[in-house]
C-alpha cells in the first residue's frame, strides 16, 4: 500500500489568520480523494470527495484544490475561526480501499 | 436519529475474554467498514462489507469476525482479547463500495467504540 501523507502533522493559528495544508498521494490509478473534518470527542465528516483533475471545491470558507498528475491536494480556511480547530484528514481511494492520511491538527486561538 | 450508531461506546474489559461491538446505519448505503484508530491516530481499515458479502478483509488477526446479518447492520466480534486490541473501533458507511473505477461516495462515520483491555 502506497502511502498518503499529510504536512503539516500540526498547526497553530490566531483567530482570524488564514491558512493551508497539504495532502500527498500516488499519482497513478487515481480514483478519488476525500477530505474529513474531525472534531475532538466527534466523529469524522466528510468535507469534499474530488474526482477530477484541477477540482476546486468550497464549503464556507474551506475550499480544497485537487491535482492528480502530480499527487496532490491542498485545503485552504479563509478567515480561521475557533470552531475550526479540529483535525483535517484527507483519504486515497487505493484498491478499492480508503486509505487515511495521519491528519493535520488545527488550533485556532481566539 | 443518528445516522451510523455503534454500542458501545466504551467497553473495558480483560485479557481472554470476548466481545463484541454493533453497528447499524439508517441510510440506506449499500457499504459498511470497520476501521481501527492506531496508536498515532491512523484510521486503518480492517473490513468492508457490501451488500452482506465481505470485498475488504486486511491482514486482521482471525480473532476479529466481522458479521453483517443485513445491509445496515456490520458487527465486529473479538475473540481472545489482547492488550494491543484497545483502540478506538469506528464504523462507517458509504453509498456503494470504492472499487477499482468508481470512488464509492464519502463515508459516514460512527462515534467509535473505545475499546480498553486490561
Keep these: ?110 | 436519529d443518528t445516522a451510523v450508531s455503534q454500542t458501545p461506546k466504551y467497553l473495558v474489559t480483560q485479557m481472554g475474554n470476548d466481545k463484541s461491538i454493533k453497528c447499524e446505519q439508517n441510510l440506506g448505503h449499500d457499504t459498511m467498514y470497520w476501521y481501527k484508530q492506531d496508536s498515532k491516530k491512523f484510521l486503518k481499515i480492517m473490513f468492508s462489507y457490501n451488500n452482506k458479502e465481505l470485498i475488504i478483509n486486511e491482514t486482521v488477526p482471525n480473532r476479529f469476525s466481522p458479521k453483517s446479518p443485513d445491509k445496515a447492520h456490520l458487527n465486529l466480534h473479538i475473540n481472545s482479547l489482547e492488550l494491543g486490541d484497545s483502540a478506538v473501533y469506528f464504523c462507517a458507511s458509504s453509498q456503494d463500495a470504492p472499487l477499482a473505477g468508481g470512488w464509492g461516495g464519502e463515508l459516514f462515520f460512527g462515534e467509535g467504540s473505545r475499546l480498553t483491555v486490561l
Excluded at chain 1, 64 to 79: D, M, Q, R, V
Aim: one cysteine or more; hydrophobic letters at 30%.
Design chain 1, 1 to 110: 500500500i502506497l502511502n498518503v501523507e499529510q504536512s503539516p502533522q500540526s498547526l497553530h493559528v490566531q483567530e482570524g489568520d488564514s491558512t493551508n495544508f497539504t495532502c500527498s498521494f500516488p499519482s497513478s490509478n487515481f480514483y478519488a480523494l476525500h477530505w474529513y473534518r474531525w472534531e475532538t470527542a466527534k466523529s469524522p465528516e466528510a468535507l469534499f470527495v474530488m474526482t477530477l483533475n484541477g477540482d476546486e471545491k468550497k464549503k464556507g470558507r474551506i475550499s480544497a484544490t485537487l491535482n492528480t498528475k502530480e499527487g496532490y491536494s491542498y485545503l485552504y480556511i479563509k478567515g480561521s475561526q475557533p470552531e475550526d480547530s479540529a483535525t483535517y484528514l484527507c483519504a486515497f481511494v487505493q484498491g478499492g480501499k480508503l486509505i487515511f492520511g495521519q491528519g493535520t491538527e488545527l488550533s485556532v486561538k481566539p
